[in-house]
């Protein structure tokens, strides 16, 4: 404590903190001074962190290794889902057919994945356990007549309607005999016309696409697991 002079305000301490000095060392010298008021600026450059350089430093590596961290992340997610397989594998039973027609857009390697494997088109389309009529018919880009001579089951509605559904073997009816390159040639030749892979209702439901096939996606489950 011999180094601290006796002439000692805020500058004086600021310097020495800067010079290494340990904070208890300042502080004690300012209590002695009897200045409770210099004592408690002290305090606050101190709780501020602006005296410790190496703080700072150790402040601004933490951010580089986050940073560093984020992009390895990062880079390790792009090459995976840059991987045509492992793309394939985490949209087979996991994405309903709004979902798909989302993903087909993002990238033309995403878009040839969605448009090449037909295991993938298969779970899509069997997501909540089968499709309505509207909904094959813009899935897979056939028209109404198609649609029609495929096997089908016939649900009254509650409000007297009927709803026609259309399962596995329906779906495994257009797969079939070359089904995945047929699909692509009516979904070019769609292209030109304003209405998408997957347009919006006219009306639309009060939840979203994706929300409904994952509830439906969810209910198919347990109505499976239910007959084992």
């Known amino acids: 404590m011999s180094s601290i002079v006796p002439r000692f305000d805020l500058e004086r301490a600021k310097q020495l903190l800067r010079q290494g000095r340990r904070p208890a060392e300042v502080i004690a010298a300012a209590v002695r001074l009897g200045d409770d008021q210099l004592k408690r600026s002290i305090e606050l450059f101190i ?12 402040a601004r590596e933490l951010g580089r ?6 992009e390895r992340r990062a880079a390790a997610t792009r090459e995976a889902l840059g991987d045509p397989d492992i793309l394939a594998c985490i949209l087979r039973d996991n994405v309903g057919p709004s979902t798909f027609a989302a993903v087909s857009e993002v990238c033309r390697a995403w878009r040839a994945v969605c448009r090449s494997d037909p295991t993938v088109l298969r779970a899509v389309a ?9 909904k094959l018919v813009h899935l897979f880009a056939i028209t109404q007549n198609a649609a029609k001579s495929l096997p089908f089951v016939a649900h009254t509605r509650y409000d007297g309607a009927t709803c026609y559904i259309y399962s596995a073997p329906a779906v495994d009816a257009l797969l079939c005999n070359s089904g995945m390159e047929a699909w692509r040639i009516r979904l070019q030749a769609r292209a030109g016309s304003p209405v998408g892979l997957w347009p919006p209702p006219p009306r639309p439901p009060r939840r979203a696409h994706w929300q409904e096939e994952a509830r439906l996606h969810a209910a198919n489950r347990a109505r499976l697991a239910s007959r084992r």
């Open 47 to 58: 709780a501020c962190d602006d005296y410790a350089p190496l703080k700072f430093v150790g």
């Open 126 to 134: 069997l997501y909540q356990g089968g499709l309505t009529r509207a």
């Open 65 to 70: 290794v986050r940073h560093e961290r984020a």
